[in-house]
């Protein structure tokens, strides 16, 4: 039987991590009170606290997997900015592309010669034809919804428990407790969510059955897996079940791949042949500068015209002035070409594996409660022994207290994974040195907590 973490060993750990966070990080402490004289919460975006720690860690530098913090500790980053740095920090090709490209324009409003390049990437890569570029993953999917809503006459949308499609109002709505509502974490939404998203579990095929029979929903929006509460697979045969529901019901299906490029060259949908209405990148599309795309199906694109056509030129709501930009293209040809490519990956996902059985050693070494869970180039470990199906099951096991106490050990000893989860992406600049440290560090952690 799996031993259980006692509780006493973790809140001991998490005392003393926090201890020495703070003994080691004396320039960051000052930083992060003189930052609160003017930042929300002490930082420029208020989720840049969620870590856990007494005070914000500053960074000062990061190349590749390394960074420095501004106390001069050096740590190797297996969190690579939440996917937005999937490739490394400041990799050489996106550095150069940047410094050729900084003396001939940022931003025209008019299309740059490599526009026509990266729509070609763009429809090689993921198998649609037709692109939009947005500044972030969270404005490519609200346009989504509201070109699905247009040309379907249809006003409302799907989305699965738990889900993550950023920082889109609509998708806000959960079902824990047992009815839909809009999740308690949003703020300042005054309509009333559930008039316009259903929302139901992942996997749940009966359940998508009965929320598209009335054939009510624009669209469906979906993580081919879901990754906001550890990495949730699919179940045998579910993507096909929601291909063929959404189409015998006239739902388009849209695939939110932000978090699940760490697939293979043409993201999750690529790898296993999904074939998708729309798709929707952000993150890692341009190495880290701001920018996300979507893109659609012929037939989609073929309603799109015919609905622009009823409608005099004018203010869409969808896009913004910086959209589309000049380096965003540039930055974007460069990430294609270099990485987004067979030869690229493989070795990412060589070495992912070698990450993901390092840690089921360590999980069966100490008899610990948890499982690890890998797709492409990202792997995750989650502190309990059975695999969730949904985001539902995932939410109600997730155990908060042992995540932070293993984040703060990690960090203190420079090893950084992804706060919120335990998710650790494989990138270009990473070895087997690295993964062999990181592994060696959770078997030390893992010793104190059971002992």
């Not at 920090?89 to 931003?107: D, W, Y």
């Not at 056509?309 to 930009?325: D, F």
């Not at 984040?407 to 993964?435: K, Q, S």
């Amino acid at each position: 039987m799996a031993f259980t973490v006692p509780e006493a060993s973790i809140t001991a750990m998490l005392a003393r991590e926090e201890a020495l966070f703070i003994q080691r990080n004396p320039v960051s402490k000052r930083l992060g009170a003189d930052a609160a004289k003017n930042w929300l919460k002490g930082v420029p975006m208020h989720w840049m606290v969620d870590w856990g720690m007494p005070f914000p860690l500053f960074v000062s530098k990061a190349q590749g997997v390394d960074v420095t913090d501004a106390d001069g500790n050096t740590y190797i980053d297996f969190c690579l900015g939440d996917t937005g740095a999937m490739f490394g920090h400041s990799p050489k090709p996106i550095v150069e592309a940047l410094q050729r490209e900084a003396a001939n324009g940022f931003t025209t409003m008019m299309p740059s010669i490599d526009a026509v390049i990266v729509g070609q990437l763009l429809e090689n890569r993921f198998g649609l034809p037709f692109w939009q570029v947005t500044a972030t993953a969270s404005d490519a999917n609200r346009a989504v919804i509201k070109w699905c809503r247009a040309i379907t006459g249809r006003k409302k949308i799907l989305v699965f428990n738990h889900c993550y499609h950023g920082a889109v109002d609509d998708t806000y709505v959960t079902i824990d407790g047992g009815t839909a509502h809009a999740d308690p974490a949003l703020i300042g939404e005054v309509r009333d969510l559930t008039q316009y998203t259903k929302v139901i579990e992942f996997n749940d095929i009966p359940a998508l059955e009965a929320a598209l029979a009335d054939c009510d929903v624009a669209c469906v929006l979906a993580e081919p897996i879901m990754t906001n509460v550890g990495m949730v697979l699919p179940d045998d045969g579910y993507h096909t079940a929601l291909r063929d529901i959404t189409r015998r019901t006239g739902t388009l299906l849209i695939l939110d791949e932000t978090h699940c490029m760490s697939s293979g060259p043409g993201g999750y949908t690529g790898e296993y042949g999904l074939q998708p209405d729309g798709f929707v990148l952000g993150k890692p599309i341009a190495g880290g500068i701001p920018a996300a795309v979507y893109g659609f199906s012929a037939d989609v694109a073929a309603r799109i015209r015919k609905f622009l056509e009823t409608r005099t030129p004018g203010h869409s709501g969808i896009g913004t002035t910086l959209s589309g930009s000049k380096i965003q293209l540039a930055l974007m040809r460069a990430v294609l070409e270099t990485y987004f490519t067979r030869e690229a990956f493989a070795p990412l996902i060589a070495l992912a594996k070698k990450l993901e059985k390092g840690i089921a050693d360590v999980i069966i070494k100490h008899s610990m409660p948890w499982h690890v869970v890998r797709v492409g180039a990202r792997v995750e470990f989650m502190c309990t022994p059975k695999r969730p199906r949904n985001g539902g099951e995932a939410a109600a096991v997730i155990h908060r207290p042992i995540d932070v106490a293993l984040h703060h050990y990690l960090l203190n000893r420079g090893v950084i994974v992804t706060p919120f989860h335990n998710m650790m992406l494989i990138c270009p600049a990473t070895t087997e040195d690295h993964v062999e440290l990181f592994v060696r560090r959770l078997d030390e952690c893992a010793c104190e907590l059971v002992s």
